[in-house]
């Protein structure tokens, strides 16, 4: 494989199983499934044995992935937008709370910030942020990996005839 393809490959073997989630019919993210790296791995190495499969399969692969792709993206604008709901909403009862005593005295910014990252709340809303961002990191580079698949086999790939039947070799 080339050294863009390479890399990837190298990237992946490195890397744990990731959960892919997708929109649930209440609105909420869901698991979907888990994505196992060395399965990615085994398809994104090139069989000369096998090469017409190879060839015919290669933009079903990369259309996958990148729906895969923009669906872990979108799950993680959904993660981010509900953590900023809910972050404002702190914030909101912090700065003007119900019910205030009259010697009350209106919290700075940075106090709210604080305030807002010791709750408990922050720490679940920021794990589900980072697994969805590393579940769309970890989409993309298959996806990348698929690309650089295709562009090796562009390259690679030649077509000709014996016997008048076309045939592809390397």
Same mark, same amino acid.
């Given at each position: 494989? +080339?050294?863009?393809?390479?890399?990837? #490959?190298? =990237?992946?073997? =490195?890397?744990?199983?990731? /959960? $892919?989630? *997708? $929109?649930? /019919?209440?609105?909420?993210?869901?698991?979907?499934?888990? $994505?196992?790296p060395d399965k990615i791995v085994q398809e994104l190495v090139? /069989? @000369?044995a096998n090469l017409l499969a190879e060839v015919q399969v290669i933009s079903a692969q990369i259309m996958h992935y990148g729906r895969l792709t923009a669906q872990c993206k979108r799950i993680w604008e959904i993660r981010e937008r509900k953590y900023r709901v809910w972050r404002d909403g702190q914030a909101l009862a912090l700065i003007d709370p119900t019910g205030k005593p009259k010697a009350w005295k209106k919290?700075? *910014?940075? *106090? #709210?910030? *604080?305030?807002? =990252?010791?709750?408990?709340?922050?720490? #679940?809303?920021? &794990?589900?942020?980072?697994?969805?961002? @590393? !579940?769309?990191? &970890?989409?993309? !580079? $298959?996806?990348? +990996?698929? %690309?650089? /698949? %295709?562009d090796m086999m562009k390259a690679a790939i030649i077509r000709r005839n014996e016997n008048s039947a076309p045939t592809l070799g390397v």
């Open positions: 494989m +080339g050294n863009s393809a390479d890399a990837i #490959v190298a =990237r992946l073997q =490195r890397m744990y199983p990731w /959960k $892919v989630q *997708q $929109v649930g /019919k209440t609105g909420e993210p869901e698991d979907w499934f888990t $994505v196992p090139i /069989k @000369e919290p700075t *910014q940075a *106090q #709210v910030d *604080q305030t807002i =990252r010791t709750t408990p709340k922050y720490e #679940v809303h920021y &794990a589900a942020i980072e697994a969805a961002e @590393e !579940a769309y990191n &970890a989409t993309n !580079a $298959v996806l990348d +990996g698929f %690309r650089a /698949k %295709r």
